[in-house]
């Protein structure tokens, strides 16, 4: 049988087992596979393990060869050869904070047909379509000369230490592809840089307004949704706060006197820390308030703490773009008061070609030149990626996606971080379509007629990458 045959062969064999993907989605999405505490063979907690389990399960039912890599990860295999084709999918997912229509992790599909659960988007459902469509091509394709890998990660959202104990055991690929991004592909991943930067208490010390609490957000890669301060007022500050208050108004902050003290709650909009401007941070909303209801003397002090925040990254000195793939982005992801200081923890995504070492310097500079005192606790860094249009790992995807969907569009980048980054000869590809949910955000969700849609092309896909490896 020749590439088109075996190719129509696959795709005949997924339309006949829809509602078998679908009926796996389901029961992989009810698996609550937040990090947890760590136990035997099982460092990311049991619900992570459950989820690399009921993979694992499926793919011995299927006849591939399964591995388990001491429960960071685990893959599926089948074909043989040389060269090795993988696709990397992660089964973790962000926490799921309030004000979901449906259970996060009920899995409900719902009269509108969207699948509601946190993970259906981000990865569990890229990851289960891509799964189907490794199925039908071993369905078409039994003698494959190519291996074929499926690996399933459990600590993406958090650390991608599954991924680097992959990597420390197994050798690269020969080309790959991480369904976790946008279509057709990304091939510009901005480089992360996680950094935690205290501003001293003597910030507030002195003043009419003092900051005694300061809490929220989840993760650094997530907008702050929620968040709560307190701050103490002094008695001679206390009558042009109390006419602020009267003065100013936002509905999503709350504020509650008790006695000298000033509790203060803020509701935001959860989105990718990778997209702030998707998002409303709560956070924000807290030092904004602040600086309304302070005296009119101090407010610029408190101006100047929140421009720390500013996503552009100006308050640190990282106002930077480059061409392959857009400017600089800045998400403060938590902020927490301690006896040390406000740690505000600050998400970077930061352009290809920046370097590193001097994105450092310039925010240790920007610091040091400010009107607050602020310092540099900690800035870690994960490279960035970037493939040429002309390299065959890209064409491949481009290809695939055009014969599918009868438009060709150019690779994109983007500031998320995938597993591309991390294993070589590896591009992130696209996962969903308009009207499905966006990761991290609450009611997170996949229609179901993008499950067909996606792994089709993940099918055609995983045909051109069998090709391309065999030439390379």
Known sequence: MGH????????QWLAEHESDMLADLQALLRIPSLESDAEPNAPFGAENRRALDFMLD??????????????????AEYGTGEKEVLTLGH????PVGPGWTFGPFEATLADDGYIYARGACDDKGPTMMMWYAARAVQHAWPDLPVRLRSFFG?????????VHHYTQHEAPPTMGVAPDAGW?????????????????PAMWEGLGVQLTAFRGGQRPNIVIDHATATVRVTADARAEVETNLRDGWDRNVTATWDGDNLHIEAVGKAAHGSTPWVGDNAAARVLRFIKDISPRIEAGKWQDLLNIFQISGAGVGLQLSDAPSGPLTLNPGIVDLTDAGLHCTLNI??????????????????????????????????????????????????????AEEGERLSPRSMGGGTYARAVPNCVA???????????????????????????????RLLFNLIEAAQKA
């Open 91 to 94: 089964l973790d997912v962000v």
């Open 349 to 402: 995504r930061y352009p290809v070609t920046c370097d590193f070492n001097d994105l450092r310097a310039r925010v240790e500079a920007t610091l040091a030149a400010g009107k607050i005192p602020a310092t540099v606790e900690s800035m870690s860094n994960s490279a960035p990626l970037y493939f040429p249009m002309e390299h065959p790992l890209v064409e491949a995807i481009i290809s695939a996606y055009e």
């Open 154 to 162: 459990c600590n993406e959202e958090s650390g991608f230490l599954c």
């Open 429 to 459: 590809i696209g996962t969903g379509w308009s009207g499905d949910g966006d990761a991290h955000e609450t009611d997170e969700r996949i229609h179901r007629s993008s499950l067909m849609r996606t792994a089709r092309i993940y099918v």
């Open 4 to 11: 088109q045959g075996r190719l129509e062969t696959a795709q």
């Open 58 to 75: 499926l793919a011995q039912k299927a006849g591939h060869t399964t591995k388990d890599l001491d429960g960071y990860c685990g893959y």
């Open 184 to 200: 057709p592909l990304i091939n510009a991943e901005k480089g992360i840089s996680d950094l935690i930067v205290v501003v001293s």
